[in-house]
């Protein structure tokens, strides 16, 4: 069974990694994934949790996960 610090790392070192290839601090990272989240947010109901960003050097992906009404 893995511990919670596995996943917190694991994260850690994937944002890392997407910042060097994308040649862009990790902290603009963040806040672009940020950004996008406070955006949709504005036209749909989600939550943090939910709310996944993945960016490539050729992509971006917002991934939406969560219960339908």
């Known amino acids: 069974m893995n511990c ?3 996943y917190v790392a694991k994260a850690r070192l994937k ?3 997407i910042s060097d290839r994308i040649q862009c601090a990790p902290d ?3 806040r672009l994934s940020k950004d996008l ?3 949709v947010s504005k036209y749909v109901e989600i939550t943090p949790e939910n709310f996944n960003v993945e960016i490539t050097r050729t992509d971006i992906h917002i991934r939406y996960t969560g ?3």
Do not use: G, M
């Open 4 to 6: 919670p610090s596995v």
């Open 15 to 17: 944002n890392l990694l």
């Open 28 to 30: 603009a990272v963040d």
């Open 37 to 39: 989240y406070n955006t």
């Open 67 to 69: 219960e339908k009404n």
